[in-house]
């Protein structure tokens, strides 16, 4: 192979070359992986998804958004376990794109993951990607999403797994199916939003309303008009598909007089339970089961947010949608739900700790038993010195930030994945920490002066490792909530309490029937408990996912090494990866 110090090849035209160099191996790898029956009984699916501008009208105020194929929120994706999945992406606006697959494992195809200056560089303007992976091992719901700037505050949508044909729910079987995304809109452009903030070190400005759907409801100004409204047949179930894809609020959901039951959350099967409520977080997406068996009229189904921090400001307003039984009168008052009140932890604590997997012969939990790597990463804000001796609009004059282990992250202007790859030098470092390199009662009164490092440092794991990670939040600038995504995988959720973690609290964790999430939620000032295998050869991103604690660099990424064989090493990029 070239290497990167050949006289006169600068390092672009090194990147060229290695990448020529290694797609040659593709057709051998795939023909590799095809002989050991690595391509599962499925269909392939082709979608096109075009980045462009239309017009939405909100709260009396007209905007320009970006979207996908002129929808909002973008078109849902339907599939069955097993497709193979074939989305080409068009970028025709002026902002550079990437689409990120939210929760889907990408087993040997990070390339198709999406974050930007992660596993690729953006699609710029003009330019084409198609994103090519097989849906291996998972049935439910998930969610697709911009993954570069705030460009997800109107790119989004749903994308549904059913299950391998022929193979029935492992719950009752529902009438009829209704993705329900809840949303948030500002009247602003996002990207000014998010600019403001970042120039001024403060926050940004909240949100005008929350939606369902794309629509606020009918508890705003100018809103009455586009209400969704889910037709029902007394008598009949119907399975609702939930999914938070807002941008900074954690939100509760309900359904006035019905009762939830919850039988899936990110994509995996659980334990049915009832709710009078859920708690859902940015990222994350629940399944339910609603029976249409209260008198024949009209019911609110409602999102109001979840805030844990203390004087934290937030869009206080409720967003509805209706629940509307055959027979009833459009001229009647819907009923409303009474969510938990926005401060309502203990609600939140109880509702995750109702959660555990299924736990069947067809659906297995195999939580790893002996850990190789014991990981603490602590997550939570901070405030770090404004520049050029300005003052800015955090706490104390100073400029908001976000870390893990005390590293606020930068991401880079070449994608990691291409940088290691190409074993390009001078991108990252792997010195990310396994522990904090302070310590200190993370939830007690916070030390003074303590400032993150700024920087792109990654964590390698080799493959085939079994992971302990535990997430601590701290109370630097205030405790938190946070709802961590992994990129790639799938945690098993064993544990989570207040206070400081101590590996004496191991002795509590549920390794019978965790629940499986993608995204699992720290509890503010506490702490939650993760285990998974790193059996997923490439580049993964960690972070939070409220968007604001994300942009000040409450994020890191795993670096997962090859193992041996074409089944456990990362393919080469496909040959119309972007470019930076």
């Known amino acids: 192979m070239a290497a990167c110090s050949m006289k006169g090849l600068t390092q672009p035209d090194c990147t060229t070359l290695r990448k020529a160099e290694y797609l040659l191996l593709s057709a051998i790898l795939l023909a590799l992986v095809g002989a050991t029956g690595a391509i599962h009984a499925g269909i392939t699916r082709h979608f096109d998804f075009n980045i462009t501008y239309h017009n939405e009208t909100r709260l009396c105020h007209m905007k320009k958004i970006v979207s996908v194929n002129g929808m909002f929120p973008g078109p849902t994706i339907h599939v069955n376990e097993g497709d193979r999945v074939v989305v080409k992406v068009t970028n025709f606006v002026l902002y550079n794109m990437s689409i990120h697959w939210h929760g889907i494992r990408q087993l ?4 198709a993951d999406g974050p930007a200056y992660v596993t690729q560089c953006p699609i710029q303007t003009g330019q084409s990607y198609t994103y ?3 849906v291996l091992s998972q049935s439910g ?4 999403h911009a993954h570069i ?4 505050a109107t790119v989004y949508g749903a994308f549904i797994i059913h299950p391998k044909r022929g193979v029935p729910y492992p719950f009752t079987q529902p009438d009829e199916e209704v993705p329900i995304i809840i949303g948030e809109w500002w009247k602003s452009n996002v990207e000014h939003v998010l600019l403001e903030y970042i120039s001024s070190g403060g926050g940004p400005n909240v949100s005008d309303a929350y939606t369902i759907n794309g629509q606020p409801g009918t508890l705003y100004n100018c809103s009455a008009s586009g209400v969704f409204v889910a037709n029902a047949v007394p008598g009949k179930t119907y399975l609702l598909r939930i999914i938070n894809a807002g941008l900074t609020t954690e939100m509760f959901f309900a359904l006035a007089n ?4 919850v039988v899936e959350i990110d994509a995996s099967y659980t334990k049915p339970f009832a709710a009078s409520a859920i708690l859902i977080s940015p990222g994350q997406t629940t399944n339910v089961l609603v029976t249409a068996d209260q008198p024949v009229g009209q019911y609110y189904m409602a999102a109001g947010p979840y805030v844990s921090g203390q004087g934290v400001p937030f869009d206080q307003s ?4 209706i629940f509307s039984y055959t027979g009833s009168s459009n001229s009647s008052s819907p009923t409303l739900p009474t969510l938990p009140k926005f401060n309502d932890t203990k609600f939140a604590t109880n509702f995750s700790q109702n959660l555990r997997s299924l736990s069947t012969a067809q659906n297995p939990v195999n939580v790893p038993s002996q850990i190789d790597h014991q990981l603490l990463f602590t997550v939570g804000l901070s405030i770090k010195s404004c520049h050029h001796n300005k003052t800015c609009k955090g706490p104390n004059g100073g400029r908001r930030s976000a870390s893990v282990n005390n590293v606020s992250f930068v991401l880079p202007k070449t994608a990691l994945l291409q940088a290691h790859f190409f074993n390009l030098s001078g991108i990252y470092t792997t010195d990310f920490p396994s522990n904090p390199p302070i310590r200190f009662n993370y939830t007690g009164k916070a030390p003074k002066n303590l400032q993150p490092s700024v920087g792109t440092r990654l964590k390698s794991i080799p493959f085939g490792s079994n992971v302990q990670l535990i997430l601590q939040d701290t109370n630097l600038v205030g405790a938190e909530s946070h709802p961590i995504h992994l990129h790639g995988f799938n945690f098993y959720w064993v544990g989570q309490g207040l206070g400081n973690y101590h590996p004496a609290n191991s002795r509590t964790f549920n390794l019978v029937d965790p629940p499986i999430r993608n995204t699992v939620i720290v509890p503010p000032g506490g702490w939650a408990a993760t285990r ?7 580049v993964w991103f960690l972070h939070c996912h409220l968007e604001v604690h994300n942009t000040w660099g409450l994020e890191m990424a795993f670096i997962v090494e090859n193992g041996k064989g074409p089944l456990e090493t990362l393919p ?4 119309d990866l972007p470019g930076c």
């Open 108 to 111: 040997r195809s990070a390339w």
């Open 132 to 134: 090519n992976f097989t």
């Open 141 to 144: 719901t998930l969610w697709w």
């Open 149 to 152: 700037s705030w460009m997800r």
């Open 258 to 261: 019905h009762t939830l039951t």
């Open 318 to 321: 409720i967003t509805t949608a």
């Open 532 to 538: 998974f295998t790193a059996d997923n050869p490439g």
């Open 572 to 575: 080469p990029p496909p040959a």
